[in-house]
């Protein structure tokens, strides 16, 4: 009786069962939500070759998990989309030494049958549209691009994260979104990606860091160097990131 | 019955009294970290930023909407499960407790399956008339009353059993009609209940965050609700979020004092 017990009260207070008691050990990798395919990927890679390894990825809008780490969320490794939100985490002592591992860049997506015809972001000035929330990377860069491209109409909504705009425009409730050249490339049936003038000089690095609390750098400093290393980089080109 | 007496029956247990003591702890904690946490010195300053207003104007807005809403949509549903013999009147009264326990962001999608520009009705609609439902201020209240009414009409439908039909009956043998029945002879009755449930569901709606979000969308002034809000500033300054909690907290405590002469006042 004692054990589930002690099992529940843990659970309420902690995460009980994390790593497990069966030898198998869990790496927690939080990742900015334009990850989700790639690091999906790489886990299953990481798995194959470190048996005994659990990959936890936990995906998010990075402002959102750069707090979780300064607040001690379980986590052993970080990746943000921008260098600003890594700084959140780093100055609230949650990591140090960040590298940068791969750049986006922003398009302008459609689904693939277009039917408010949208040709260029200029158009975007009588559709409805919907970008990231400032606090998150590819808000920053929508508000940069919007800004630049002086268009005066506000988007319909501001979502959570990057994946939240992908959807609403992959579910046809909206007619255009802005998104990285990344998510575009992830659902190329589906998506119409088109470029955006100034999106260039608005290029975001990605970046990775071992948090401060990692109980077990093994396996994290070990996710770093496959992030770094080739098969990463050749991962990462294919979901359409950029060095 | 007199009141019991503390000799014959004993001390409380301690098996019962420690888990309680730690109940009242694990509620007052949270509260308590709040207000020490918040940043009482930024407050004024804060709360005249002129997004908290519009957040808050529009929460208001919203809540007071979705429960006119209950109230006009509701109480006649509460009259129907309370004094119409239906069959399968079990199931409604299932249907209407399923908002209660869903999740709310479950219900966002939901409604966007069924109201989306795409969904089962909104698809029509916006066809027929280009009228497109998410992300406007109705979102908001539709999704708000989605998820409040239950709470108004479990509440009205309360006070409409309590109430009982032989009033019903009597007001019927004297030849009133049913319709004139229920506005001079059952209304009057029920209306602490009613003035309770529509509380209940202007607080709920005063803390809707998952359907809101999820349905409606976050625009300010819009769509973006005090909950959301918060949700939005926690990523980029904790403590002024803190202090937009602070101001919900004490919204939420002054419809507990309104509610108290009911409920607390009742058990005592």
Redesign the interface.
């Known amino acids: 009786m004692r054990r589930p017990v002690g099992c529940v009260v843990l659970l309420l207070l902690a995460s009980c069962g994390s790593g497990g008691s069966d030898g198998q050990r869990t790496l927690d990798v939080l990742a900015a939500a334009s990850l989700t395919g790639a690091f999906e990927r790489l886990a299953a890679d990481f798995e194959d070759d470190h048996p005994g390894v659990d990959v936890r990825i936990s995906l998010g ?1 990075s ?2 998990l750069a ?1 979780q780490v300064v607040e001690g969320a379980p986590a052993d490794v970080l990746a943000t989309a921008d260098e600003r939100t890594m700084q959140v985490a780093a100055d609230g002592g949650g990591v140090t030494d960040p590298v940068q591992f791969a750049t986006n860049e922003m398009v302008l997506v459609t689904t693939a049958a277009n039917p408010a015809g949208i040709r260029s972001i200029e158009d975007l000035e009588d559709t ?1 549209y ?1 970008v990231c ?1 400032e ?2 990377p590819c808000g920053v860069v929508a508000a940069a691009l919007l800004e630049r491209n002086e268009i005066s109409n ?7 994260d990057v994946k939240a705009v992908e959807q609403l425009v992959l ?4 007619d255009a979104g802005l998104v990285y050249a990344s998510d575009a490339a992830a659902h190329p049936d589906r998506l119409l990606a088109l470029p955006v003038p100034g999106s260039a000089e608005h290029r975001n690095p990605y970046l990775v860091a071992v948090t401060e609390q990692s109980d077990d750098p093994g396996p994290a400093d070990a996710w770093v160097e496959l992030l770094t290393g080739d098969r990463g980089r050749a991962v990462l080109a294919e979901e359409g990131f950029e060095p | 019955m007199t009141r019991p007496d503390r000799a014959a029956l004993g001390r409380p247990p301690a098996l019962l009294v420690v888990p309680a003591a730690l109940a009242v702890l694990f509620l007052l904690v949270p509260l308590a970290g709040l207000v020490a946490e918040s940043p009482w010195r930024r407050l004024p300053d804060l709360l005249t930023r002129p997004e908290v207003g519009e957040a808050l104007v529009l929460s208001l807005g919203v809540a007071a909407a979705a429960a006119g809403l209950s109230l006009v949509l509701g109480l006649p549903l509460a009259w129907v499960l309370a004094r119409v013999d239906l069959p399968g009147r079990g199931a409604l009264r299932a249907l209407v407790t399923i908002p209660l326990v869903l999740p709310p962001v479950v219900a966002g999608v939901a409604l ?1 399956a069924a109201l ?3 969904g089962l009705v909104g698809g029509p609609l916006h066809a027929a008339t280009g009228v ?1 439902i ?2 406007t201020t109705a979102a908001v209240v539709i999704a708000h009353t989605f998820i409040a009414m239950p709470f108004f009409v479990i509440s009205a439908e309360g006070a409409l059993r309590a109430s009982g039909r032989e009033y019903d009956v009597v007001a019927a043998t004297l030849g009133a009609t049913r319709w004139r029945t229920f506005r001079t002879v059952t209304l009057p009755m029920v209306l602490p209940g009613i003035a309770a449930g529509l509380l209940l569901a202007w607080a709920r709606s005063l803390g809707e965050f998952g359907a809101t ?1 999820t349905f ?4 300010p002034g819009v ?2 609700t005090m909950p959301l809000l918060v949700y ?1 500033e ?3 300054d ?1 403590r002024a979020a803190y202090g937009l909690s602070l101001v919900l907290l004490v919204l939420s405590v002054a419809v507990l004092a309104l509610l108290r002469e009911r409920w607390l006042g009742a058990l005592r």
């Open positions: 809008s402002a959102t707090r409805g919907v929330v606090t998150a506000p988007p319909l909504s501001y979502q959570s579910a046809d409730e909206v | 966007l989306g520009r795409n497109t998410p992300f979000i409606a969308g976050n625009y769509t973006r939005g926690l990523q980029r904790p």
